[in-house]
């Protein structure tokens, strides 16, 4: 999704916000543009379309632009094709006001006909031009930027995050938030703004996150936050702590590839620390045992992979604690008018914290009494602050648009919160929690195991690349886990790819399976190996060529029917797919790099996706 930066300080603005914007990249992208307000009290517009690279040498990275106060801006298309006039910053017609945006202006076509009958000539085909008309519709009645700001936020309905430049004021920078994320960075003469922390994490780790309807005005001294009534107010700070080669790609060729290998070490951040004598321990949650014996419904709301972990989420929890457990995607969860009360809990996963589908789900949730459960991995986002409790992945900044060490963070936490909730409601006996604990302990050096054998992967990769479509197969955990491998191999190798529970091959799949078609069967839960086994054959004898995927003692066995074998090493069944994903991952990435797709940033993907 679109990206902002902001910046004011001593410093040429231009460099710092063509940095700031490179490190928004991974979020997608069509266009980009920043803006400065130069020395003699003008605003310098650079935009281009395409990649930041085309802007920056447009711009001589930066040295172009004589400003030590700018905002830039990284496009993801909506209202307006992508091209150099739709892009951001947009300008008022007398260059009074720049103005960037992330977000949705509901109203713009009234607002825009109404200042057309004004006079005002529009350039653009988007929402966002109409705000910086406005603004300067405005002060040219009032004369004042602060108030200026206040009448066009009374007058414009939709989602925001805006970054605004006024000419006549050179000494300060207005940032606006409504349902649209923004954080202040906090620095030694100079402040910033930004859409995503990540933009930041070279300059300030001082941040605050802006809630719904605050306005902040920024000067090199210091923020002032403002709320929805503009009566100043303080802000509790955040202090992060990521550091910079957690965000750069540190020898990899890509962030998706790094990141896959990142995961035992994200898996042991995620769980050592709340493992404690043998129990698991939630130091960050509030729930008490009580409150859990309380629930009557159980929810779980996510988008994409995490979605896919809440599906594996529901087979566990409902295993454990014998409670039904409905695992719901955000977007249709919350225009299903949910059967919802105070006795309620609704556990949202997200590893953004601000997918816009979650957040809406997640007011509705809230608006109907439910207690909101968080998992989320970026501290501090909108989903994390809107829940009555958070656990946090502790994944580290996920730069590539398909996710993998947060989607095997966000499994692990939720396993966790099964021990937690068994333990609560008396149904999961010491062995079985003791035996979760052990083997819990043990995931992140398995998984080095199964990363070790990266090269296999790799080889076959290379002997499949060319398939116009690829079936997944598993049942229950591994149907899951196959909705994943699915997931990973479309986003980023666009291969047509369907993950299918395999019992439903025979009621329509298998008919598009014939001579030389690819199906990755998953057989690694070992209740199901047998039946799973059973589909293996019926996709071979239509000619299917089938990579399965199995554990490390059932591998012989698998041979016998399928002569390419992945096997990762055995534990037990709920935490296979943790285990499993890897294969599929590094499956997708290899397939994806010998098509020489654009890994990092698919087409028309974004890391979060702030809009409906
Ligand atoms: C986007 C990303 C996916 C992600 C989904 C949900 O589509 O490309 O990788 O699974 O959003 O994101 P969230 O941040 O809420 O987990």
Known sequence: MCGIVGFIGQKQAAPILLDGLSRLEYRGYDSAGIAVITPQGTIDLRKSEGRLKV???????????????????????????????????????????????????????????????????????????????????????????????????????????????????????????????????????????????????????????????????????????????????????????????????????????KEIFEQPEALRRAISPRLKNGRVVFEDMKLTAEQIRAFTRIFIVACGSSYHVGMLGKYTLERMLRRNVEVQLASEFRYSDPIIDDRTLVIFISQSGETLDTMEALKEAKKRGAYVLSIVNV????????????????????????????????????DMLALAFGEALGTVDEAEYAAVVSELQKLPEKMETVLAHHEDIQKFAAQHFNHNSIFFIGRNLDYALGLEGSLK????????????????????????????????????????????????????????????????????????????????????????????????????????????????????????????
């Not at 300059?203 to 306005?215: H, K, L, Q, W």
């Not at 994390?384 to 409790?389: L, N, V």
């Not at 994944?395 to 963070?409: L, N, Q």
């Not at 399965?548 to 591998?555: F, G, K």
């Open 379 to 414: 501290v501090g986002s909108s989903i994390a602050r809107g829940s009555d409790d958070v656990l946090y992945t502790w994944a580290g900044p996920e730069i590539a648009v398909a996710t993998t060490k947060a989607y095997s963070t966000q499994l692990a936490v939720i």
């Open 55 to 257: 802007l920056s040498d447009l711009v001589h990275g930066g040295a172009d632009l004589n400003g030590c106060i700018g905002i830039g801006h990284t496009r993801w298309a909506t209202h307006g094709v992508p091209n150099s006039i739709n892009s951001h910053p947009h300008m008022s017609e007398g260059g009074k006001f720049a103005v960037i945006h992330n977000g949705i202006v509901e109203n713009y076509v009234e607002i825009k006909e109404f200042l057309i009958r004004q006079g005002v000539h529009f350039q653009s085909e988007t929402d966002t031009e109409v705000i910086a008309q406005l603004l300067e519709f405005y002060y040219n009645e009032c004369h004042d930027f602060f108030e200026t700001v206040g009448r066009v936020l009374r007058r414009i309905t939709g989602a925001y995050a805006l970054g605004i430049l006024c000419a006549d004021c050179p000494d300060r920078m207005i940032a606006v938030r409504k349902d649209t994320p923004l954080l202040l960075g906090f620095g030694e003469g100079e402040n910033y703004i930004a859409s995503d922390v990540t933009a930041l994490i070279p300059y300030t780790r001082d941040v605050v996150y802006m809630d719904d309807g605050e306005m902040a005005v920024l000067t090199r001294e210091g923020i002032q936050v403002y709320d929805p009534l503009q009566q100043p107010i303080e802000k509790e700070h955040h202090h992060i702590d990521w550091d910079v080669s957690a965000a750069e790609k540190g020898g990899y060729p890509h962030f998706m590839l």
């Open 489 to 612: 191999l479309k986003e980023i190798s666009y291969i047509h790819s369907e993950a299918y529970a395999s019992g439903e091959l025979k009621h329509g799949t298998i008919s598009l399976i014939e001579e030389g078609t690819l199906v990755i069967a998953l057989g690694t839960y070992s209740k199901l190996f047998e039946k799973a086994m059973s589909n293996v054959v019926e996709v071979k004898a239509r000619g299917a060529d089938v990579l399965a995927l199995t554990t490390e003692s059932r591998r012989e066995e698998m041979l016998k029917t399928v002569p390419t074998v992945l096997a990762i090493p055995d534990t037990l069944d709920m935490l296979l797919p943790s285990l499993g994903v890897v294969p599929l991952q590094l499956f997708a990435y290899y397939v994806a790099l010998q098509r020489g797709c654009d890994i990092d940033k698919p087409r028309n993907l974004a890391k979060s996706v702030t809009v409906e």
